[in-house]
């Protein structure tokens, strides 16, 4: 069983940054690959980014491509997405979610993930 809560969410312009946090509680974290994901009003959840359990594999949706980065520690049960560049399109819920760590281009699908945050919000003013 693994529990998780998104946080860092907030108001920023756009050109700005922002840095979310997702802690998880369970101790076999580690184990689990790790997602990004995000639903803007009256739209589909869409994938934004994942890593396996090491943290050396990463996928980005090509949205955010070299502007998100996704990175994890273990050590502290959090897994975290910078947001740099940020645009008005960024504007939605962020929730972070985890399933089996497996091919990491497998891991765009939301049914592959078991677990789930309750989201936290990001609005981007342009």
């Known amino acids: 069983q693994v529990q998780l809560v998104e946080s860092g969410g907030g108001l920023v312009q756009a050109g700005g940054s922002l840095r979310l946090s997702c802690a998880a509680s369970g101790r076999t974290f580690s184990s689990y690959g790790m997602g990004w994901f995000r639903q803007a009003p009256g739209k589909e959840r869409e994938f934004v980014a994942a890593i396996t359990w090491s943290g050396i594999s990463t996928y980005y949706a090509d949205s955010v491509k070299g502007r998100f980065t996704i990175s994890r520690d273990n050590t502290k049960n959090t897994v975290y997405l910078q947001m740099n560049s940020l645009k008005a399109e960024d504007t939605a819920v962020y929730y972070c979610?985890?399933?089996?760590?497996?091919?990491?281009?497998?891991?765009?699908?939301?049914?592959?993930?078991?677990?789930w945050g309750q989201g936290t919000q990001v609005t981007v003013s342009s």
């Open positions: 979610a985890a399933g089996p760590s497996g091919t990491i281009w497998l891991m765009n699908r939301p049914d592959r993930y078991g677990y």
